[in-house]
Nanobody, 120 residues
């Protein structure tokens, strides 16, 4: 059974930083592409960042230069380092795992989400 457990969300002032973590189990993590999505109230879920099993990364334009996705295969964990946070980054952030490894085809497994609230 695949489990993705996010942590690290919270309340932060605009301009601040947070690091989200997502611990995975039930998958061969090192072979799995991982991603972070977010969903703000009243908006559709959007893909924020992805990282493949070869450490290739992609980012939503709105977060480029501010967010960094990384992975630690020894810990089966993917991270999202968020800096220079803006009010519009406020959302529930979801970790996702793909059945693919070298390319992101979308999330097949999902975490429960963690709330990030940025105060302006």
């Amino acid at each position: 059974q695949v489990q993705l457990v996010e942590s690290g969300g919270g309340l932060v002032q605009a301009g601040g930083s947070l690091r989200l973590s997502c611990a995975a189990s039930g998958i061969i993590f090192s072979n799995t592409a991982m991603g972070w999505y977010r969903q703000a109230p009243g908006k559709q879920r959007e893909l924020v960042a992805t990282i493949t099993n070869r450490y290739n990364t992609n980012y939503l334009d709105a977060v480029k230069g501010r967010f960094t996705i990384s992975r630690d295969n020894a810990k089966n964990t993917v991270y999202l380092q968020m800096t220079s946070l803006k009010f519009e980054d406020t959302a529930v952030y979801y970790c996702a795992a793909s059945r693919a490894g070298s390319v992101w085809y979308g999330g097949n497994y999902w975490g429960q989400g963690t709330q990030v609230t940025v105060q302006s």
